[in-house]
Every structure is written in structure tokens, then in C-alpha cells.
């Protein structure tokens, strides 16, 4: 009852040179008044059957009285229509049930499956999407639930398909330098023959992704087509999971997400499940690094939300091994995609590197190994990756997704707007604050100038001397270096402590 | 820290025809690359202090590198700039207040005031106000903060003042046909003498709010300056609060409350004492009807919302007394602003109508009178209405509003498309459904078509026989008249028993 859906024929529809961050149609004026639409609110448009939803724009200029206008992407999706009919909508069809959720009710796989089409064909408000995802924030999802959005979410876009056991890892991410990981971890599986087309996402609230990084480096937006292609090709990608049509409604959510600066715990885990679901994922490695400053700061914590994947993991038919990593100081030394591809890129080459990069890449892929039956799984994979064949690996996969696998680490550009930062008495690292790195590596600019970051020269345990470099920050621009330095210092970046620390009495 | 504002100099406004929901900013695509600001992000715009805010659309068509689109109304207030200046947030700069609401702390004064202040601005997506008015469903305001919210949504507006004492008198609504009340009880309390310069609402959840009905008869859109004037001739107004510059944060909170269809009860008290702070009420009778299908079903919860508006009348300096009417059910027998316009013309015309509409009005005006000093309030009231005087005093505030005076009910168009309901069998009438008659006005079309709603022929307690009329729906379209009608007999309008109603044993 909630649907209020009237038909209006007979339009013709216009391409409209419009970017924004929802669908949009654009209709006359006098078009809006007769129907009595008003400015923003949601109206669906298409014909017999295809219809995507937009928020109204009203204008005078762009449309006249006989037609609709719709950006590019929804006029190639209604191409077929000879005539375009409208769809005003009081509320969304599924909207009754998001009431429910509201008020605090539990809701049936239907629903789930209700609301998820509807924001995939974009029926939902901004607000209804904020409203969705603050539900899970206050009252959070039953693992039933949970399991009914995850497949609704698979199951309104397109699935990739291959004719053999697919292989994954995924870091739930949080910890600075992290996102270089996959870089080393991927190829290592690839190169023992396993097939991990692996899907990545851009940083939501951390300085980079793991697609950002390897964007550096390579394309990283494919088609779900030119994914497969790639990964049969390659046996491993490492691409953005946001192309066109992989659970496409996570996209959405996560751009409510942003806006909001939340990431409700199964709201991250329906989205890494989802995509990987979408690329038909049956072995899967996840990660939860815990540690101060992390996302999960204790281990109590991740042992409930690895719990929490693997009942997701059961009910979705997926076997999984979710590794628990030491997250409470940056991964490497580096933050940023350029510093961090420049990082993967020379432990690659040399077969070695920083020891926590290295080990958890390492133990990492070798999980990934063991679901796939490969014996003395981490010995195999050390050895890829000192032997040289990850790295060939890598610049196959580098190539694949038609980026140069010649490039040097040396050739990646760094901003040269500088500023070190130098140890201000001798003593030893007793902590190094990952709140601190990653708030300054994104007021330098990370990671939409991909240039930006923070450089490491001493992690914990680490002996200095006064005036001895801590870190170098690399900023977009001079007012942006400002910021982030001043942000280091305000909030600490370092913990230097002299070895006789206090005497009694 | 979540501020982060750089500052792009040097373009030239342009004025771009297009109406949205919120504002909205059109930049050319190679200037929101070079400076990484991504479609829907919000933007402030402008120059020296004077700052804007609106959502990012980028066009190359609407606009060339050297310029940026917004609409009229941004365009006005910006006329004094010569150079236009872009101000990129990634949040707003109140929004840790909101981060800390969302994790349900309570906040001080000035926080929101920055909030409010953000809002108004346009610095808030209205993913971000959603949060906002959920954070106040899962963790109501304190008392304190909802004062603190009240003061900041006047202060952020302009405030309407005037030479002497300001009554008003305001329902909470949500009632079937509760809309027309307004328009016999301001005349009644203006007649008298008192100053009444009622704001009132467009309806929200309801086919009806009395600036809906009011504008069947007379304009109801006015400037703060008018309204002044036109309150200072004809002693009374009934405008729509939503005039530009009163109150403006409570227009915005409004339109994302309509999409998620939720009225939080602080949110609500916000809104109305909002209005009328603005207007400078300082003695004010507000109307909690309560009952079955009402907003409010118990008069426990009808005594908890009154002590809600009079604690805040404490704290804002606001002599008020509280009604707690009887709303289990219609007001009158109309629903729908033409069907109401109707019926309250003809009440003020013939002195008497509909006993619960002209015991309701008088009584409301009466408590207003007597917050006045008029002794005998209630005989004043009734002798108003009865005399004609009130009558006289609505031609006069028509007139005032740009309405024709002498309208009669019978000019004022209703709907052709209708069915009538009869009864099913004889009986008494003994339950009539708040909730099936607003919902079918609404989809019958009220209240964006005015001509649309309901008028009843029976109410609680009347004497029945088969095939008697028990209702006429009047509806914009065949469709919207199909699945009114539809909604009627899904939930049941009315209930008919018969006098004998069970044989025991």
C-alpha cells in the first residue's frame, strides 16, 4: 500500500550530459506540475518491464514538454524503448518492509530481496538507503538475515562463472600499508596454479585500497567479461570489485556509506561476501588484522566478527579459513597506492622485504594454498616469492590488465611536496599510531592523489638517535602538507622512550 | 578534523535552470578532476563569508571550465560576488557532533547550533540528515538538547516581530479531516481582537495540512515581511510556515522525514515551536488529539507529549496550555483540502456545522482567548462563531491573503471521479477507521490534488440501513480511485454492528 505507482505514456527520452551521484530524470516543468511530481522525489522511467528509478530534476531548458531526460548510462539501458513511460512512486514498493526494520523487526529472505532490487534499480532516497544501514548500526542483522541480504545482493547483478575451483583472500583492511598485501599474496597463488581472480575495493575511509594501489601499477575497472577473460588468462587478477554489475547494490550502500563515515560490521561483511560470491568465490582466505587503531582493536573482537564470517561462510556454501593478523602497527613502510605499489613492487623483485609485508603475504597466500590441497603450503609459498615466480607472476598479471610489467619501482612518480619528520631524543620506538598515519596520509591527499603518503623509517622496537628521519609525508599540495604534519604532531606519531625508563624512588 | 575546505578561486557564476531537492552545484567535468571533487559530493560556493552549499552534478554542456551553474535562488544571494570561490568538504564541519550522536552521546548547546547552522547551509547530504533524525528515533534528545535544537533552527532564520502579544494555536494533527479546524478557530480568536498569525503546515503523512486547505481559498505562500503586514491588518493569518527564511532548517529536516516516513516525536515538538518562535508566539494552545489510528493512540502517551511541550515551553519562554482532544475519529465529515475548504466555509458561514469540528474549534479558540485574559472564554468563542463574526473575520484574512472573500462552498471544485460506499447491512455505526480513510485520500490523490479525498455520511453511533451511503471517495484518476476504494474494503472503513449483538448461551 505503500506504492503509489501511476502510468504516464507516450515520452520521448532525451540523453542528458549530467554526472551525479544517484540516477536522475530530468522532466519540463509543466510535465512535473500536470502529474503533480515534485523536485527530488523518486520516479521510475523505462518501458514494458525495464524500469530504473531516478530522483526528479525539474527544468525548463534541458527537456521540453514532450521528453525525458536520463543520463547516458540509463539511456543505452532503455534504448529498446520506442515510447518511455513514467512511474511516479509515493515510496518505494519494498518500502513497507525497511518500516519494519525500523521499528526493530526481523525481516524474511523476501524482503531482503525486495529492498535490494529496489535500490539496485534505484528506487531508494539517499535517506531510505541511510536509514537501511543505520538499521543495522542500532539493531544489528540475525545471521539469517544477514545470509538473505548477501544473496539478494549477488543475485540482482551478474555472476561471473569459471569452469573450476575459485580461490580468494580478502583483508577486512583498517591498518595502514595494508593494501599492498594482495599485490604480493595474489601472485604467489597464482603462480602455484590456482585460479584467484581477485576483486578489491577503493579505500572507503583509509588512505588507499587495494584497488588504488594496484591502479598505480594497471587498469583495475573491467567488465565482469574482461575479468573472466583476464583471470583464465592470467590465473589471478587483481581488479576493482565496483565494476559495472558485480552486486551492484554494494556499490550504493557504499556511497551511503562514505557520507555517513559508518561501516556497520555486517553491512562490510554482506559487502566483501557479495562480491566475492559474485565472481562464484568457493575457497576464501579472510583477514582481520586487530590491534590498537585498527578496525577490531582486540582479539576478542576479531574472533566474534571471523565468527561472524564463517556462519556467513557456512550458509553461503563458501569454505573459508579467516586468519587473524597483528594489525596494530602499519604493514611495511609505506602508506599510499604509489609508495605502497613502489614497496610490492621491490619485495617482489628482490624476493624479500619488510619482515611483517613479507610474513603476512606469505602466510596469507599460503592458506589460500592449503584450501587448495597444496602440501607444505607455506613453505611453497616463501619460495614463490624468493624464487622469482610471483614476480613473473605479477608482471603476467600486470600485463593482462594492460598496464607496462617492465615498470620499476623507481619509475612510479612520488609527490616531491615534502616535509621528514626527525626524532627529537635518542631512545627506542615503543609505538607507532596507526589513527595518527592513516588521518595524515588522507589530509595529504591519499589516495585521490595517488602521490601522496607517508613514508616509514622506523617501525616499534626500533633503536633512533635525535634528528635521526622517523617519516617522511608526501603531500598533494603545501596547504595539504601542513595539515597532515601538524595532524602527526598534535596526535603523536611516534612513542620514543629512553631504556631507563623511570627510577624509584 | 573532518573539515577539510580548500579553497579554488576565480570562477564566474552561472544562473542554471534546474530544481532539485537540495541544492545543487553543476561543475564542468575537467574542473572537478583537477581539483578530485567526485559527482554528489557536497560543495560550498561562494565569497567573503557568504558560503553555499549544494550537491556536485557535473555537466560539460550546462557549463564551460570557467564557470559554475547554481540555481536562481544561490545565484541571488550570491549576486555581490565577483568571483566566485569553491570550497570542497569531505564532511561537514559539524559533523563529529553528528558522529557522536550517532554513537548516542548527548550534546552540548553549540553543537547544535553548528549542526543547524551546516544544515541550513546546505552542507548536509540528506544521507547525513537521515542519520540525524534516526539518531533521535534510537536515542531520543534530552530535554535540554531539544531546547538546544529548538533555539539554533529559530536562530538560523529570520524571526517575524511584532508590537504587542502573539497567540497561535497548533494541532499536532494526524487526524482524518483535522485540517479545517484552523480556519474556524483562528477567525474566532482574531475577531476578538488578539493577534494570531498562524504558520501552519503542508501535510506530511496525512491527505491534508490546514496551509493545504487554507490554499484552496486564498494564498498561503507569503515572505516574512508579508506575513507581518498581512497579520497587522486582518489581525489573523493562516500561512504556510514554510516560508522562505523562517525556521529553514525545519523545511529541510521535513523533506527527508516525508521519504522515510517517520515523525520523531522531539523532532516534531523541534518543528512546530520552531514556527513559531520565529513568528515571536509567546502564548500558545497546542492540540494533542489522541485515539485509535491517531498519531498518538493513548491519552498516557497524549499526557506524555503535552509534558514534552511544556517542559520546552518552560525553557523557550513560551506561556502555553496543552488540549488533549478526542482523534479516534474524522474531524467533521470531509478529508481532502477542497472537501475541508468546503466544509469549514460553510461552518463559519452558518455559525454551526459538524459537533465534534465546531466544539472542537471553539473550545481551542477558547483556551487561546483565555491565555488573552478574555473572561467567559468559552461563551466569547461559541458567540463568535454563532454571531457570523468569525465569518466576517475570515472574508477579511482571505482578502488579506489574496483570496476572493466572498467564495461560496459550491464554487469550490471537487473531484467528478467518485464511488460511493453503502452499507453492507443495518446497524449502528460503532468504529469508523482513522487509518483506512487517510490512507485512501492519499491514494485518491489528496493532498497534491486537492480535489481528491473523502466525504463521510455516517459516523460512530449513527443509525444505518442496508444500502444507505456511507461514504463518497473523490479521486484524481480512475486508477488512484480503484485502489482508494480497494484500501477501503482491505482495511474496513467502518463497522456496522446490529443492536442485538450475541445470544449467550
Known amino acids: 500500500m505503500s506504492l503509489n505507482a501511476k502510468l504516464v505514456k507516450g515520452f520521448k527520452l532525451k540523453k542528458i550530459d549530467v554526472a551525479f551521484d544517484s540516477n536522475i530524470v530530468v522532466l519540463n516543468r509543466s510535465v512535473a506540475r500536470s502529474y503533480g511530481i515534485s523536485e527530488g522525489s523518486i520516479i521510475g522511467v523505462g518501458c514494458s518491464g525495464r524500469v530504473f ?3 526528479v530534476v525539474l527544468s525548463d531548458s534541458l527537456v521540453d514538454k514532450y521528453s525525458i531526460g536520463v543520463p547516458e548510462d540509463i539511456y543505452e539501458k532503455l534504448s529498446e524503448c520506442e515510447n518511455v513511460e513514467l512511474y511516479p512512486f509515493e515510496f518505494p ?5 525497511l518500516r519494519k526494520r525500523l521499528r526493530g523487526e526481523h525481516l524474511p529472505e523476501n524482503a531482503y530481496m ?3 532490487r529496489d535500490v539496485t534499480h534505484g528506487l531508494y532516497d539517499p535517506g531510505q538507503i541511510a536509514a537501511f544501514l543505520l538499521s543495522q548500526v542500532y539493531k544489528p542483522l540475525s545471521l539469517d538475515e544477514l545470509a538473505y541480504l548477501i544473496r539478494a545482493m549477488v543475485e540482482t547483478g551478474e555472476i561471473v562463472k569459471f569452469p573450476e575451483t575459485v580461490y580468494d583472500e580478502h583483508s577486512i583492511g583498517g591498518v595502514p600499508g595494508n593494501s599492498k598485501v594482495a599485490l604480493i599474496a595474489v601472485p604467489i597463488v597464482a603462480s602455484m596454479g590456482l585460479l584467484i581472480p581477485k576483486t578489491s575495493s577503493r579505500a572507503i575511509t583509509s588512505p588507499a585500497g587495494t584497488a588504488d594501489t594496484m591502479e598505480v601499477l594497471a587498469r583495475v575497472d573491467f567488465s565482469p567479461d574482461e575479468i573472466h577473460e583476464i583471470a583464465l588468462r592470467a590465473r589471478g587478477t587483481i581488479v576493482w570489485g565496483g565494476a559495472l554489475g558485480l552486486a551492484p547494490a554494494d556499490d550504493i550502500f557504499i556511497r551511503v556509506e562514505r557520507k555517513l563515515a559508518i561501516d556497520p560490521q555486517t553491512q562490510m561483511v554482506a559487502s566483501i561476501l557479495a562480491k566475492k560470491l559474485a565472481m562464484s568465490v568457493s575457497r576464501l582466505v579472510i583477514d582481520i588484522p586487530f590491534g590498537k587503531g585498527a578496525k577490531v582493536e582486540t582479539e576478542e573482537d576479531a ?3 571471523g565468527s561472524l564470517f564463517l556462519s556467513q561462510a557456512q550458509r553461503l556454501g563458501i569454505t573459508m579459513r579467516v586468519a587473524l593478523t597483528y594489525g596494530g602497527e602499519p604493514v611495511g613502510f609505506t602508506i599510499g597506492p604509489a609508495l ?7 619485495t617482489l623483485i628482490k624476493g624479500t622485504g619488510a ?6 603475504a606469505c602466510s596469507l597466500a599460503a592458506l589460500v594454498l592449503s584450501l587448495g590441497g597444496v602440501t607444505s603450503a607455506d613453505q611453497a609459498a616463501c619460495e614463490a616469492l624468493k624464487s622469482g615466480k610471483a614476480y613473473a607472476k605479477f608482471k603476467e598479471i600486470i600485463e593482462a590488465q594492460e598496464g607496462d610489467p617492465d615498470i620499476k619501482p623507481e619509475d612510479i612518480p612520488i609527490s616531491s611536496i ?3 619528520l626527525t626524532a627529537p631524543r635518542d631512545g627506542i620506538v615503543s609505538f607507532v599510531n596507526n589513527v595518527a598515519l592513516n588521518m595524515a596520509a588522507r589530509l595529504a591527499g591519499a589516495p585521490d592523489d595517488k602521490s601522496a603518503g607517508i613514508r616509514l623509517y622506523a617501525k616499534t622496537g626500533y633503536r633512533v638517535r635525535k634528528g635521526d628521519p622517523l617519516l617522511t609525508v608526501y603531500a598533494s599540495t603545501k596547504n595539504r602538507l601542513r595539515d597532515a604534519v601538524r595532524t602527526l604532531s ?3 606519531a611516534f612513542v620514543i622512550e629512553g631504556v631507563l625508563v623511570r627510577i624509584l624512588p
Not at 514498493?93 to 518492509?97: A, D, G, Q
Not at 605502497?340 to 621491490?346: D, K, P, S, V
Request: charged letters at 25%; proline letters at 6%.
Open 355 to 360: 619482515p611483517n609485508l613479507v610474513e603476512k
Open 340 to 346: 605502497e605499489a613502489r614497496e610490492a613492487l621491490e
Open 490 to 492: 598534535e596526535l603523536g
Open 303 to 305: 574472533v566474534e566478527l
Open 53 to 55: 528509478g531516478g530522483k
Open 93 to 97: 514498493p519494498s518500502f513497507s518492509y
Open 418 to 420: 615534502q616535509y621528514t
Open 114 to 116: 525486495s529492498i535490494v
